[in-house]
């Protein structure tokens, strides 16, 4: 097969020592056709393909243009490669294997197919797996996935109870606990669960008093947590109610307290030694997790949301440790604001966990918990130039524009920007910053510059889940 790969000056080296590595196996023609790769228009493409015989063209990822005529009057077929040319050599390896896309950068669209094997390969190992039990049709224990369940503390405070258990089935829970503190009543109680009647997963009632567990057997399906102080006056309800029960030790060991539960009758039981937070013996009550009876309850949650570092791999080394003691429930929460995100990000590392079957460590899998940082850098060439100047400091004295300042901020997932009473919304700054431009809210370069780094900063912000403060650092 011979193939064509059209690059700019840039990025001639990266590209012709990729295309060598790979020449046993197939043709390759290098073509310098301009300083800058992505700027291969359709009619140079076009005279290339005139001057020789190809099955195949590979263009850079970073083409905005369309080839699709050239296409059809050539016959060739024409894709795109890695978005950066230091990725071609992972990439013309698997051309016998796989068939690139038209319109997606080979790099995003093997990505893509990677993550989607990985979630049918989790998926179809559910599918397979034998569990301890099953509550309203979700699998628990055995060699199934862990299941994330997601706490909403004090779920009688909230305004609109239904809408947050939907936004974390949404996120990935899999189970959703209310949670009720102390001052709390039956009817606070059947209120809530009554609020989620058109809820068909499973929901599960976080409270250790007996009235306001009897008042959730209605509906719920779990009841986190049962020990000597309440399975004696509940035990009962909760085992005819055919809920699962999390056991925790207290006064009495958890070997004890689950004898007890099973005493009253409750079929499914979850052990819970009690997880320890970082500085209060995290690592002592691991060891307690070994001999425990399964399945296990694994509270993450209690870990994460005190300790002072960034959620995600927090959420993923806490679910390796999960796994490796056999958890078939793992806690998390989203308390507060450092946490926001902990239920996708647990359910996601749950699914990373899945995937180990065959494989030593939670790495290569296809999907990961990477996000600030980047699995590989890219050693991009250096610039060419033939002089330079030093910058000049930017002046302290604001020139404001003479068609007013735009106020910008955020409102959910959405980028504001105020220009004399009159908002533009968007959730690309990009699209903001033309639609701007389009109004005429601008005149001067200088501002423009600045809006730019403003929206973009404010994009920044929601994606990564951060407070935005225009003219503030990010």
Not at 227 to 251: C, F, K, Q, S, T
Not at 439 to 445: E, I, K, T, V, Y
Not at 464 to 470: A, I, K, N, T, Y
């Amino acid at each position: 097969m011979r193939i064509l790969l059209p690059t700019g000056a840039a990025t001639a080296g990266i590209v012709k020592v990729a295309a060598e590595r790979f020449a046993g196996r197939h043709e390759m023609d290098v073509v310098v056709t301009g300083e800058i790769a992505a700027f291969l228009s359709p009619g140079d493409l076009r005279r290339l393909l005139a001057g020789g015989d190809y099955d195949m063209v590979i263009v850079s990822g970073m083409c905005t243009a369309s080839f699709a005529d050239i296409e059809r009057e050539t016959g060739v077929p024409i894709y795109r490669g890695p978005r950066h040319a230091a990725d071609l050599g992972l990439i013309l390896p698997l051309l016998d294997t796989i068939t690139l896309s038209r319109t997606l950068p080979a790099d995003e669209f093997l990505a893509e197919r990677r993550r989607e094997e990985a979630y049918r390969h989790v998926a179809r190992l559910e599918a397979e797996a034998e569990p301890d039990f099953v509550i309203r049709g979700l699998k628990i224990g055995g060699n199934s996935r862990m299941k994330v369940l997601a706490e909403i503390m004090d779920a009688h405070r909230r305004d609109n109870l239904l809408a947050d258990v939907l936004r974390f089935f949404a996120a990935g829970a899999d189970i959703v606990d209310l949670g009720f503190g102390f001052d709390a009543t039956a009817e606070d109680v059947r209120r809530c669960f009554s609020s989620l009647a058109g809820v068909e997963a499973p929901l599960a009632v976080d409270t250790q008093d007996p009235d306001l567990i009897k008042a959730a057997l209605n509906r719920a399906d779990m009841v986190l947590s049962l020990h000597e102080g309440n399975i004696p006056l509940i035990g009962g309800a909760v085992a005819d109610a055919g809920a699962a029960a999390v056991v925790v030790p207290r006064e009495r060991t958890l070997a004890e307290n689950l004898s007890a539960a099973r005493e009253a009758g409750i079929r499914y039981l979850i052990a819970d030694p009690l997880l320890q937070p970082v500085g209060s013996g995290l690592t002592g009550s691991l060891a307690r997790f070994s001999d425990a009876p399964r399945p296990l309850f694994f509270g993450a949650g209690n870990v994460v949301e005190l300790l002072d570092a960034d959620s995600p791999g927090a959420n993923a080394l806490l679910a390796g440790m999960a796994r490796e003691i056999g958890a078939a429930v793992i806690f998390t929460s989203e308390h507060s604001d450092k946490t926001q995100g902990s239920v996708a990000e647990m359910r996601r590392a749950t699914e990373m966990m899945a995937l180990m079957t065959d494989r030593p460590y939670p790495k290569d899998l296809g999907l990961d918990l990477l996000i600030l940082k980047e699995k590989r850098r890219r050693r991009e060439p250096p610039l060419e130039y033939e002089s330079f100047v030093d910058a000049v400091s930017a002046p302290d004295e604001t020139v404001y524009d003479p068609l007013g300042c735009i106020r910008i901020g955020v409102e959910g997932d959405s980028i504001v920007a105020v220009h004399r009473g009159r908002a533009v919304r968007g959730e690309c700054w990009e699209d903001v910053f033309y639609t701007l431009l389009l109004n005429g809210s601008l005149s001067r370069l200088d501002h423009a510059a600045y809006l730019g780094k403003e929206l973009y900063k404010a994009e920044l912000a929601i994606r990564f889940g951060r407070s935005f403060e225009q003219d503030g650092p990010f």
